[in-house]
């Protein structure tokens, strides 16, 4: 009469690994979204850091060096060092104008005589010096992916207003 199955047909094994094959795709896609969305708040984080560690860095006048008591705007490894201990000590490592952490790339500008700015060296004896009276005013820091589209999907800036700006970021370059 009835006879005992045993065993998947063909039919149940093909529909099961379709269903775990559009299951993981949908968790692979999200698992990128949120790694990019962490990233990017990190990113922010960081350059909050940053913007709070040039207003205390530039306010105590940790470098004056016109002496005119108006401080100046500092680099990562003048804000990272020991002895200031404004930022985590990883913003020091720079290398060729740049510190990477957490999928992103940052940059920091002081300004320069002629309106540009001056990109911080990877050794303080290659380091061109900013405008003394320019750099008691301003400064510039950007954020953008590593890897744009995997990292991140944002850039981010940031400067002495402390406010946080964002836009669509296509490369990863700055």
Not at 103 to 131: H, I, N, T
């Amino acid at each position: 009469m009835f006879r005992s199955r045993q065993g998947l047909t063909l039919l149940e094994v093909v529909v099961a690994l379709a269903i775990v094959a559009i299951l993981s795709l949908y968790l692979v896609g999200t698992s990128v979204q949120l790694r990019m969305s962490l990233n990017e708040r990190a990113a922010r984080e960081h350059l909050r850091q940053v913007a709070l560690a040039q207003t205390s860095f530039h306010t105590r006048g940790f470098v004056d060096r016109d002496a005119d008591g108006v401080g100046e705007y500092g680099f990562f490894s003048q804000l990272a060092d020991h002895d200031t201990g404004l930022l985590p000590a990883w913003f020091g490592r720079v290398v060729d104008g740049v510190v990477e952490r957490g999928g992103y790339r940052f940059a920091l500008w002081l300004p320069d005589g002629g309106g540009s700015g001056v990109l911080e060296a990877s050794s303080p004896l290659e380091q061109e010096l900013p405008s003394v009276d320019a750099a008691e005013q301003s400064w510039r820091c950007y954020a953008w992916p590593s890897d744009a589209g995997v990292t991140g999907q944002r850039a981010f800036f940031v400067d002495e207003s402390a406010i946080i700006h964002q836009n669509a970021n296509w490369s990863s370059r700055p």
